[in-house]
């Protein structure tokens, strides 16, 4: 089926330890997008790419580094992780002007 | 920056009754686009439908209409004939769309809506 396709979907990591998520989406879209969801608090932008080969900071950007590898992929990777980056990330993906974002299953991140 | 406010964290309703969501939000801009995502449990984000703010026409899909006010920046979700596969968290989302290339969504803060048997 197309659509957004993350992995891992859980880890579990320990404070100090890197971390790269991956996503990947067949839906040939130009835009990507990376979230992290936390109780409460709605969906926040971390970091997005608008195109190959671009990258911009989002919401909040710190902490994280993002590599837009082609079209296709768009990875978030943690340095150094720490407990408050503990969230779920979601990845996302859309045509472009005013349309819908398509997400992915996320990834559960748990850092002790 | 914009602002996406959802002012009720939970709701409830009857199965087979409607349920009205509310959301406002801050924006300077006259472009752009409104969304509402469902979460069940599963943690997927789902689309449920999507409003473009140049169009006064209200945006339905099946059971689910909107109630757009562009002035009073509201975006109001109504569900009809609530089923129990509704139960699950709601977002407001904004998209500006004057700024070609950092369309970026801004999410509310979601309402968890229970479907009462």
């Known amino acids: 089926n197309a659509g957004v396709t993350q992995t891992p979907k859980f880890q579990v990591l320990k404070t100090g330890q890197s971390m790269t998520l991956q996503c990947a989406q067949d839906?040939?879209?130009?835009?990507m997008y990376w979230y992290r969801q936390d109780p409460g608090m709605g969906l926040r932008l971390i970091y997005y790419s608008a195109s190959e080969g671009t990258t911009d900071k989002g919401e909040v950007p710190n902490g994280y580094n993002v590599s837009r590898l082609n079209k296709r992929e768009f990875s978030l990777r943690l340095e150094s992780a720490a407990p408050s980056q503990t969230s779920v990330y979601f990845c996302a993906t859309d045509r472009g002007r005013g349309q819908p974002q398509h997400f992915g299953d996320g990834t559960r991140l748990s850092i002790l | 920056a914009q602002t996406v406010t959802q002012s009720q964290p939970e709701m409830s309703v009857q199965e087979a009754e409607t349920v009205t969501l509310s959301c406002t939000y801050d924006?300077?801009?006259?472009?752009?686009?409104l969304f509402w995502y469902k979460q069940p449990p599963s943690r997927q984000m789902i689309l449920v439908i999507r409003q473009e703010a140049y169009k006064q026409q209200n945006a339905t899909e099946n059971r689910f209409s909107v109630n757009f006010q562009k002035a009073a920046k509201s975006f109001s979700l109504k569900i009809s004939d609530s089923q129990l596969g509704d139960a699950a968290m709601y977002f407001c989302a904004y998209r500006d769309a004057s700024n070609f290339g950092n369309e970026k969504l801004t999410f509310g803060t979601g309402t968890r809506l229970t479907i009462i048997p």
């Open positions: 924006t300077s801009e006259s472009d752009y686009y």
């Open positions: 839906m040939n879209h130009n835009s």
